[in-house]
């Protein structure tokens, strides 16, 4: 069965800084892989999704991926971080009849 | 983006009570979802649809009940409301998408529902 895990419950960060939200994925086959966020009271927004090619995906408000096979992780990173990218992210894998399966979510936490 | 519209954004309900929450979607998008997800936690799949007359029961089960009657349009029915059943409820849909860039699947704002 497809699976994800993020290791970390919350993330913190200074404004500025470069962020990573760890995400590591287990499939059989391909992995098609997502990060959403969602902030307080809201639904999730998509951010991106690797489906093949380069291994650096480019995202939503400066946000991109890194897809590492070797080590099947899927990490999301950011160069400098703002107070308002603080929410709920989560890693997500592609299922069965394309059904997502999601990780237990990570918050992000960036201190001003 | 999706345009992805749930009603009622927020409910509170007495035990027992029969409840309806509206999705629908102006896409065209074939395959649609519902997750619940309690505060901050992870979301689980409950029912989904790849299309019209296609219903199926997801991940994690759920005494509701939904149904696909017209390809934008899928309500999710709580014939007999309890406590438990208290959660963010989110509807998605999903383009096709292709072989090479895949489908995404977009997610409505949720309805947060408090049965009391």
């Known amino acids: 069965a497809q699976s994800v895990a993020q290791p970390e419950d919350q993330v913190n960060v200074a404004e500025g800084n470069p962020l990573t939200v760890k995400c590591t994925y287990s499939?059989?086959?391909?992995?098609?892989l997502f990060w959403y966020v969602q902030y307080p009271n809201r639904g999730l927004q998509f951010l991106l999704k690797?489906?093949?090619?380069?291994?650096l995906v480019k995202g939503s408000y400066g946000f991109e991926a890194e897809f590492n096979k070797s080590q099947t992780s899927f990490h999301l990173k950011k160069p400098s971080a703002l107070v308002s990218d603080s929410a709920l992210y989560f890693c997500?894998?592609?299922?069965?009849?394309?059904?997502?399966?999601f990780g237990t979510g990570t918050r992000l936490l960036v201190s001003p | 983006e999706a345009d992805i519209y749930q009603t009622p954004r927020y409910l509170v309900i007495g035990t027992g009570k029969k409840i309806t929450l509206e999705c629908s979607q102006t896409?065209?998008?074939?395959?649609m979802y519902w997750y619940q997800q309690d505060p901050g936690m992870e979301l689980h799949l409950i029912h989904y649809?790849?299309?019209?007359?296609?219903?199926e029961k997801g991940d994690l089960s759920s005494e509701s009940t939904v149904s696909r009657i017209r390809t934008e349009h899928f309500p999710l029915t709580l014939e007999s409301a309890r406590p438990s059943h208290t959660s963010q409820y989110l509807c998605?849909?999903?383009?096709?998408?292709?072989?090479?860039?895949?489908?995404?699947?977009?997610f409505g704002e949720g309805s947060w529902l408090t049965v009391v």
């Open positions: 998605a849909s999903s383009d096709a998408g292709t072989v090479v860039s895949g489908n995404t699947i977009y």
């Open positions: 499939v059989s086959g391909n992995p098609y």
């Open positions: 690797y489906i093949t090619g380069d291994n």
């Open positions: 997500a894998v592609r299922g069965g009849f394309q059904k997502l399966v």
């Open positions: 896409m065209g998008h074939d395959k």
């Open positions: 649809s790849y299309g019209v007359n296609s219903t």
